[in-house]
């Protein structure tokens, strides 16, 4: 309950705070990358003292959150580019591929850190 309860919290936190940053700075490279490096902060960092208790190295999950999201974000926008040439996307359809490619590559980066940290050994103390 204690994951869920983070995961929830970290996601509405840095959801709302990441999106006042992108809009806040809307139209430059700036806003996203802030924006989604602050969400993946936010989560990571929320997350962390779960994580901290049950495994070492877990300041690798905080840098792979901000990484897997921020990255994620420009694939995403890639990924818009690819399929749509129409200025005027529908809503629907551009967050689903943003919420879907972002979603892949943050997942795909957040559990390949997740595996390298529970291979790493005790540490001792």
């Given at each position: 309950t204690d994951w869920i309860l983070a995961g929830g919290t970290s996601w509405a936190v840095g959801y709302a705070l990441g999106l006042l940053l992108i809009n806040a700075l809307a139209d430059t490279f700036l806003g996203g990358f802030l924006g989604y490096g602050l969400f993946g902060l936010i989560v990571a960092i929320v997350q962390w003292p779960i994580l901290r208790s049950e495994m070492p190295n877990v300041w690798a999950w905080i840098l792979a959150n901000v990484i897997g999201w921020t990255l994620g974000f420009y694939l995403s926008q890639a990924a818009l580019d690819l399929f749509f040439s129409d200025p005027?996307?529908?809503?629907?359809?551009?967050?689903?591929?943003?919420?879907?490619?972002?979603?892949?590559?943050?997942?795909?980066?957040?559990?390949?850190?997740?595996?390298?940290?529970?291979?790493?050994?005790?540490?001792?103390?």
């Open positions: 005027a996307i529908a809503p629907v359809a551009s967050t689903s591929v943003i919420s879907v490619v972002s979603g892949l590559v943050a997942g795909g980066i957040t559990g390949f850190a997740l595996v390298w940290i529970v291979r790493q050994p005790e540490r001792a103390g």
